[in-house]
């Protein structure tokens, strides 16, 4: 192999086990252009590989000890850096069954031996020409880093393929790696790119060459395929899901869904929309990995398209506000403490629940910005209130579920802490048993963190839903929060007894309880006689803007002196 440099020059390689052959190919074009020389295949594999320079086109021949020319044609076309890097064939055969092979193959076009000069150099010259011009195109085409088609083009080609096999019964099948800009800012650019690669082949190694490939956005690939049974899409799904461990990025959590039976009639970009909201709905109905697109819901999805797509530029333009619950003290009969709640006014949605974004944003991941954004506006507050002289008591933040896969989460709520000089023992954390089953090893490493630099635990939600007395025994838990399932059912006999037994449970571990959702005064009556520490609900009072919530602490210190 030699190199012949220079930098103007665009770069040529040469595959062919004929030193000979090699050296008058190399003597015709060396004017021209660059050289790289490799004897077989497999060498030009390599080169391909490692060669830090573009090479414009490749001249192959065919028979070729150790690697020939057909297996080194099926070898790039599985690589789309190389894919589209033009291959003229070098040949003495003027057999038409070899040309036809090898332009199936994804050669480009053909010389013959004898070589002639002139020939030579106009093909090679023009198709390094036409190459370049199309590659403008090929960009726009298909996604650079895996070589599938992009949104649009998928969709183009999959309705060139819906109407030109009307008979037929397709399917599009998605894949969509969650919260992969977190990943990214996690692991290195290589790593998600191998990833993402990982992905593209496992798909097209599965659904095969009479499927169309898409990548519908950064963290998104869909399949038109052939129409399947949707075991078979469980199938193929949890294969993936297994061969994911095996990658880059292991724990790259991936959800899946199928458009089944896609209509011939339905134009791409409705194609396109109807697609896109499938795999909304198969995200946020949690453990239906499959969802058919649904009229019905058509409002519903836009509406999570928009709430999602403000979420940025929300958080730059400060659209949300840190509200103050107060946590009454039985004991003290004052507030004893507040829970921060995030509220959202956005100047055309209006007003939009938490319940409706928080899950959104836990599913895109920008939960975490909005959680650290919430703690450290909590922490300026309190920073202001202390400095006015006012009165003050401890304010506990909601950490999502989600935000435990953020490395540095115990380090980052220190930082905030500190940054506005905030006593620990004033800021709770607010957990939820969902956090801990989800990734417990995580999950106990990051509260004993917390619960170690001095924050308050608390653990949300308690007894709604899944509950198990592991969390009590594992977590360094102070204070335990009854759902509000439990003010609403008070009347029962079986509440009550198991209400009786987590209160003595929480005693004997030396946790104090919250009741959450209270709003009559029975309510309240009923969880005071039964030991209970502080109440937040409506009761006392709903969550308060900053101004409103000062206000009541200061009346209240007004009354009690
Ligand atoms: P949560 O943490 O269980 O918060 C308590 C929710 O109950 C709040 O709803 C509060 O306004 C409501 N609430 C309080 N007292 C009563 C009452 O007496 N009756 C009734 N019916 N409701 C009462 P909100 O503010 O709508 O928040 C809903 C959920 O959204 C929260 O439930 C929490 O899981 C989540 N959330 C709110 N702010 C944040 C945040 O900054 N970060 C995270 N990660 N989640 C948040
Ligand atoms: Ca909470
Ligand atoms: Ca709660």
Redesign the pocket.
Known sequence: MKEITNTKKRTVLIVEDDLINREILSAILSDEYNILQAENGKAGLEILESSKKEISLILLDIQMPVMNGYEFLDKVKLIPSFRSIPIIITTSSNATDDEIKCLENGASDFVSKPYNPDIILRRVGSMIRLREASSVIDRVEHDSITGLYSRDFFFINSEKVLSESAEEKFDIFCCEIMSLKMLQDRHSKAKTEKLLIGIAKFLTDTFGSNSVYGKLSESTFSVLTLHNSEEKYGDISEALRNAVKSMSIPDAVLHFSAYPCVDADTPAHSLCNRVLTALDEAKFQFGRQFAEFNDEFKDKYSRRHAILGYMETAIKENQFE??Y?PKHSLKSNTTGGA?????WTHPELGFI???EF?PLF?SSGF?TE??FY?AERTCKDLREQIDKGLPSVPVS????RA?FSHPALAETIVKIADKYSIPHKMLHI?V?ESAYTDNTEVFLDTVQKLHSAGFCIEL??FGAGYSSLTVLSDLDIDIL?L??YF?RNMGSPKQALILKHIFSIAQSLNMEIVA????TKEQSDAFRSMGCDYI????YS??LPKAQFEEYLNKQTGETL
């Open positions: 840190v509200y619950q829970e921060a709640l995030v509220r629940s938490p319940g928080i836990e939960i909005l959680d919430v933040c909601n950490i999502s935000d607010e939820t949300d939600d929060k759902d509000m003010a959450e959702g209270v709003e937040q609900g409506y009761y709903k969550p």
